[in-house]
């Protein structure tokens, strides 16, 4: 199944709960009014997409087929695709090498299995990968990384549990270092009931790096479970209360009708989305475009 198919049926659930609804509306609208207005607007707000983001991209429509004059809903629906690409659309910048990459996020998220497929997709594109297990707190999370670093054929590195992440850190930048690794991706503690603890944790971290890995790209991205919606958008800005987040990765929205989330997620954090996960397959993990993903919705 090609790129497009596989993200065409990821999204199954989310264009039952959206696309199709809106297919329905523009099919028995015969004036673009009020009425018309109010039922968009709670099609958005059912599919996840959230208060504010809805009422930006309502706001939005409004002005342009206003300015425009349309009156055929056909039109006014290809105007509301094009706002959707540009809610999203936040520019990424490029990756730079060496990299660190910190993957941060709540248990439960995918976050493990996310860190395999990133190793597996960084190395399809002909870069070294390491993995550092500095989830150290929660009961066997260095051998479920361990069984994705064997999958990937990637080295690891892990020290016992309990043990001081920011130790595993260290001696994971040593290791790529010697190794002239192009990408060391460190898994992370998945707790927020503290947030200072977490804070103080990843600080001390980017700490050792920028002291002993200076010239390594820092970049910190956050895995979130598409199902828990506008919980996750919740989970989401308390993340980045606590550490500077650069990067949203979006998991199991093939199980959600609530993909309206991605939308969401622009204007509620301002940050990109850089990849989303479509499936259990190794290769299900994709980036993200914002005109692609709109596409496949449609």
Avoid at 24 to 34: A, Y
Avoid at 161 to 188: C, F, H, M, R
Avoid at 203 to 219: G, H, L, T, W
Avoid at 275 to 287: K, P, R, T
């Amino acid at each position: 199944m090609g790129f497009f198919q596989r993200l065409k049926q990821g999204l199954t659930k989310t264009r039952g709960g959206l696309t199709e609804k809106v297919d329905e509306l523009v099919k028995n609208t015969r004036e673009i009014d009020d009425d018309f207005y109010d039922e968009l607007t709670d099609i958005l707000i059912l599919a996840d997409v959230g208060m504010n983001a809805t009422m930006e991209v309502m706001d939005k429509l409004k002005a342009r087929v206003e300015e425009k004059q349309i009156k055929d809903a056909d039109q006014a629906k290809e105007m509301f695709k094009q706002i959707l690409v540009e809610e999203m659309n936040i520019p990424r910048p490029p990756l730079k090498w060496p990299m660190v990459m910190f993957v941060v996020g709540v248990n439960g998220v995918g976050k493990t299995t996310t860190i395999g497929k990133l190793a597996l997709r960084f190395q399809e594109i002909g870069r070294s990968v390491m993995l550092a297990a500095a989830d150290t707190f929660r009961a066997a999370a260095d051998e479920q990384l361990a069984v994705w670093a064997e999958r990937a054929k990637v080295p690891i590195i892990r020290h016992q549990e309990g043990s001081d992440p920011a130790a595993v850190v260290y001696d994971a930048v040593q290791s790529a270092k010697a190794k002239n690794i192009d990408l060391l991706i460190v898994d992370t503690a998945g707790r927020l009931h503290n947030k200072k603890n977490l804070m103080d944790e990843l600080s001390k971290m980017r700490r050792i790096i920028d002291r002993e890995y200076p010239e390594a790209e820092m970049r910190c991205m956050l895995v979130l479970d598409a199902t828990t919606g506008q919980n996750g958008i919740q989970q989401a800005k308390q993340f980045k209360e606590a550490a500077e987040i650069g990067g949203i990765i979006l998991t199991k929205l093939d199980g959600t009708a609530k993909g309206g989330v991605a939308i969401a997620i622009r204007k509620e954090l301002n940050v990109p989305v850089w990849y989303i996960g479509v499936g259990e397959g190794i290769d299900d993990l994709q980036a993200f475009d914002a005109k692609e993903f709109v596409n496949a919705l449609f």
